[in-house]
């Protein structure tokens, strides 16, 4: 009997509570179309009571899916009950890629892959610093501070509201990570060659406090992951005084890389046109 396309088709995912909303489906199908792959990826909403039971069932043989991704609030579950995760995500706590071989479930996180992919995209050279300054304490900002480190930052400063919360990330990353208060940030600024949002400041529209950001080295580069708006109010106020910009929506774009290699067997891109495609599905959503 001929195998149907059913049992031809890899599929894949993206998982999350709610995920409606997840622009995962539209990249990674963009790439399956580009490498005419008989694949699907598809969005799969499950709640945290369902997620143990539904990695569980991803090492059946049976098993509709090849692997996935993880997102809010599945990430620090994803690591925990992963069989395998890999160092990445043994130092984050929390895990975004996930597949099987023979049986058995690997993690990884790739957050950090696509932010620093998205500077060498849209900046290259950006590394060529010293210092660096991030912005917020928060679980975004644990892969940020992973990567910069991973990439040979000497100095990453971390100025949060609550300083305690900085602190820990300092005692997690390492000696070269220094943690601060919201009061510090004039200070902290100064000679920074790289200045990255990880709070929710702008996100939707939203204002944000002004930031006087002449403090920071003359070729510096101003980032923020946040990418709804694309242009968000800290980028905004950095460009007004003169500053490089690099939008967050890269990170997204090449972080679903890694995945879909490890899932498809194809390395993908990130191009103009998908790009393209993801701001013209932003903008239908405005």
Avoid at 5 to 28: C, D, M, N, Q, W
Avoid at 60 to 77: C, F, L, M, R, W
């Amino acid at each position: 009997m001929a195998d149907s396309r059913e049992t031809l088709t890899k599929k894949a995912f993206v998982t999350g509570y709610p995920i409606k909303h997840s622009r995962s489906p539209l990249i990674h199908n963009f790439w399956l179309n580009h490498f005419q792959i008989d694949g699907l990826y598809e969005a799969v909403e499950k709640s945290p009571e369902d997620f143990t039971s539904f990695l569980g069932s991803l090492k059946q043989k049976d098993a509709p899916y090849v692997g996935g991704n993880v997102t809010i609030p599945h990430k620090e579950s994803a690591y925990r009950l992963a069989d395998k995760p890999d160092e990445l995500a043994e130092e984050l706590g929390a895990a975004n890629t996930i597949w099987i071989e023979d049986g058995v479930l690997h993690a990884t996180n790739t957050d950090g892959f696509g932010f620093v992919a998205n500077l060498d995209d849209k900046q290259p050279g950006w590394e060529k610093t010293d210092k660096a300054l991030v912005l917020g304490a928060g679980g975004a900002s644990r892969a940020v501070i992973q990567a910069l480190r991973n990439r040979g930052i000497s100095e990453i400063h971390v100025v949060n509201r609550t300083v305690e919360r900085a602190q820990e990330l300092a005692d997690r990353f390492g000696s070269n990570v220094y943690a601060h208060s919201l009061d510090a940030l004039g200070e902290v600024l100064k000679g920074c060659g790289l200045f990255v949002n990880t709070t929710s400041l702008g996100m939707d529209g939203a204002e944000a406090p002004f930031i006087d950001f002449s403090p920071l080295s003359k070729n510096a580069v101003v980032t923020d992951i946040v990418y709804v708006p694309l242009q968000t109010p800290i980028m905004a106020m950095a460009e007004q005084q003169g500053f490089v910009t690099v939008d967050g929506l890269g990170m997204l774009l090449h972080q679903a890389r890694p995945g879909f290699e490890k899932w498809f067997g194809q390395k993908p891109d990130v191009t103009p046109a998908l790009r393209a495609m993801i701001v013209a599905d932003m903008d239908r959503h405005a």
